[in-house]
């Protein structure tokens, strides 16, 4: 009922800045709550930053002061500012949008930060 495709990820230095955006289609009347998770290299899927459709927002420790996610619910879109990237930031980032009843994943896409 919803498609997520997420676009923004790339290679960028240590330091850098990205901006990842998930643009939802579909039934987009059923979102709640959207938010980006980030898978890196053998270690398990991790949740970065959610938002809910009132516009609550939260944050992993590790990104606190550094990312800040937002929500155009006119574009049906989130995005996921990155600012001052660091290596450990690597990996694939999800987008999820949760409805009442279940839950939606995009396909990814990879942020790769080097050092």
């Known amino acids: 009922q919803v498609q997520l495709v997420e676009s923004g990820g790339g290679l960028v230095q240590a330091g850098g800045s990205l901006r990842l955006s998930c643009a939802a289609s579909g039934n987009i009347f059923s979102i709640d709550g959207m938010g980006w998770y980030r898978q890196a290299p053998g270690k398990q899927r991790e949740l970065v930053s959610t938002i809910t459709s009132g516009g609550s927002t939260n944050y992993a420790d590790s990104v606190k002061g550094r990312f800040t996610i937002s929500r155009d619910n006119a574009k049906n879109t989130v995005y996921l500012q990155m600012n001052s990237l660091k290596p450990e930031d690597t990996a694939v980032y999800y987008c999820?949008?949760?409805?009442?009843?279940?839950?939606?994943w995009g396909k990814g896409t990879l942020v790769t930060v080097s050092s």
């Open positions: 999820n949008a949760d409805t009442i009843v279940v839950g939606y």
